[in-house]
Nanobody, 126 residues
Framework: QVQLVESGGGLMQAGDSLRLSCAAS????????TAWFRQAPGKEREFVAA????????YYADPVKGRFTISKDNSKNTVYLQMNSLKPEDTAVYSC???????????????????WGQGTQVTVSS
């Protein structure tokens, strides 16, 4: 069983940068694909970015390409989401998720995400 805890959210202004962290415990984190999702009020949850189990491959949703960077430190069981040039439309609860399967080759949004964190709020004012 994997437990995920996100941190780093906050109240920001447009154009600011912020780094989110997702710390894992209770499982073999280093063998799993990890993703960030977000959910804005009144909207469905949407995929943001994913990173392969090794950290060598990444996948981004179009709205965040060029602004967000996902990275992973397997020695710390932590995945990060660096968010630059924040926009008001980035306001959402950001959650991380990992696959239940090890060594998945596909790192896109349609993985089977078996474990989820509780989320951290990011609010961006204009």
């Amino acid at each position: 069983q994997v437990q995920l805890v996100e941190s780093g959210g906050g109240l920001m202004q447009a154009g600011d940068s912020l780094r989110l962290s997702c710390a894992a415990s209770g499982g073999t984190f280093s063998r799993r694909t990890t993703a960030w999702f977000r959910q804005a009020p009144g909207k469905e949850r949407e995929f943001v970015a994913a990173i392969s189990w090794s950290g060598g491959g990444t996948y981004y949703a179009d709205p965040v390409k060029g602004r967000f960077t996902i990275s992973k430190d397997n020695s710390k069981n932590t995945v990060y989401l660096q968010m630059n040039s924040l926009k008001p439309e980035d306001t959402a609860v950001y959650s991380c998720a990992v696959t239940g399967t090890y060594y998945t080759g596909y790192i896109g949004p349609n993985n089977k995400w078996d474990y989820w964190g509780q989320g951290t709020q990011v609010t961006v004012s204009s």
